[in-house]
């Protein structure tokens, strides 16, 4: 049997360390293409270019992990994927793995979250696909311990086969090596961000903003991401593109929008 | 009783006639204030300006049909709402509209656009939000159709009250004036975009690709938006964030993630 084709992208950038690790856990599952963002892409939700040229080019990054076909592009993660599956693979991958992210995508961030705007993208388009994120900011994050559950989970995908409209979202606590305490499937968390907009004075004189902010979890939920995380688990939550708020149909339909 | 407080904002920018046709309709109903993107941020999905800074001023676009008070801001329809609630708006607005858009944001659409974007993010900070969007790409499109509708759909979201959690994605038909058969609520329907990149050389001899593409229809539901549109009703869609594929849980599940 062939080995199966993995299109491996992200939204930090092809230089980031949290990619370059999903790239060596990925080439001992199968043929690995990568096709990833020049620049970090962070908070781009599901942005594409309409307005403006993409480039793209064949790059070699790290000559003895790298995957042997590399692509960088000017644009954002989910036309890193529209890209690659309309001009730069061979054929369909049988699964697109984004990440990993440096960073939380649980909860709330999923809509905006780069990372899981390729995973979307390529569902959009009948591909599986997986976002996995380490909920560790930093550059040097330490990815080793989640090695084995992102192949696990991998693995587990190609071989069941997902339905389409659904992609996962997994996220991995922050640990140290054999701190992962196991694999949750959940629910996402509701949850949101309490803005705090950092004023400013440019030198001009021309007021500015920085936005910050808290995360505020407003679920106490024992099946959600968030929950799991905090106990150590990996949080993989099967996530939709059907926006559908199916149970308000019926409501709606008693308002009176018609006379 | 005191007037509704509306924000009004979109994503084609705080000029785009869209958006005056939609300040003019909601001070027939409400107190409005407009902070609204200072270009077009069309195709921006939930992006949010984490990375650079965000200048915002008050200003004067229509003296006669403007809004008493409003604000353009240099970053995305999301950052719009953020600071709308966060730092200009007196007090919590009893309703966030987008739009109108130039353009459909039915279907798929949805996961693209900045309109909604606007409204989620307004959705998620437990404001309720309506997303508007005319299918009609063109600059000089014909809003006045379509304003009977929209007055009477946000209306009736006053009166009856959003869950938490739901927003609405209302799109409408291009018509001529009478040409609106009424309102449908509907799912939103399956589809995608088969893109065709089209590739170019620059002065400079590097290529380049411009992304287009054709919306494929994969779903003859009658209660979907397209349908509706396709039969001169305008859509309304109850669309949510939580992303969670609750139907799918159980599957993932069965699958091998813990030895």
Not at 59 to 73: L, M, N
Not at 126 to 147: K, M
Request: net charge negative; proline share 5%; hydrophobic share 35%.
């Amino acid at each position: 049997m062939s080995k199966p084709l993995i299109l491996v992208t992200n939204d930090d950038g092809i230089t980031a360390p949290g990619l370059r690790h999903l790239i060596r856990y990925m080439k001992e599952i199968g043929d690995v293409v990568v096709v990833a963002p020049d620049s970090p892409q962070s908070g781009m939700g599901h942005a594409i270019t309409l307005d403006n040229t993409l480039y793209s080019k064949k790059v070699v990054i790290d000559q003895k992990d790298g995957a042997p076909e590399e692509y960088s592009c000017s644009g954002t993660p989910a036309d890193c994927v529209k890209l690659a599956l309309q001009e730069l693979l061979p054929k369909k991958p049988d699964i697109c793995v984004s990440g990993i992210n440096h960073g939380s995508n649980a909860s709330i961030n999923v809509i905006y979250s780069g990372t899981m705007s390729a995973a979307i993208e390529a569902g959009i388009e009948g591909v599986p696909a997986i976002g996995f994120s380490l909920c560790d900011y930093s550059w040097e994050a330490n990815f080793s311990p989640a090695e084995t559950a992102i192949k696990q989970i991998t693995r587990e995908a190609l071989r069941n086969g997902m339905p389409r409209g659904v992609v996962l979202n997994v996220n991995i606590p922050k640990t140290e090596a054999g701190g992962i305490r196991g694999v949750k499937v959940c629910r996402q968390a509701r949850a949101n961000w309490k803005e705090k907009f950092d004023k400013r004075t440019n030198p001009m004189g021309k007021d500015y903003y920085w936005l910050t902010g808290e995360f505020e979890l407003l679920d106490k939920g024992e099946d959600t991401d968030e929950w799991a995380l905090s106990q150590g688990y990996v949080a993989v939550v099967p996530t939709q593109f059907d926006l559908t708020a199916h149970h308000f149909i019926q409501d709606v339909n008693n308002w009176i929008l018609n006379e």
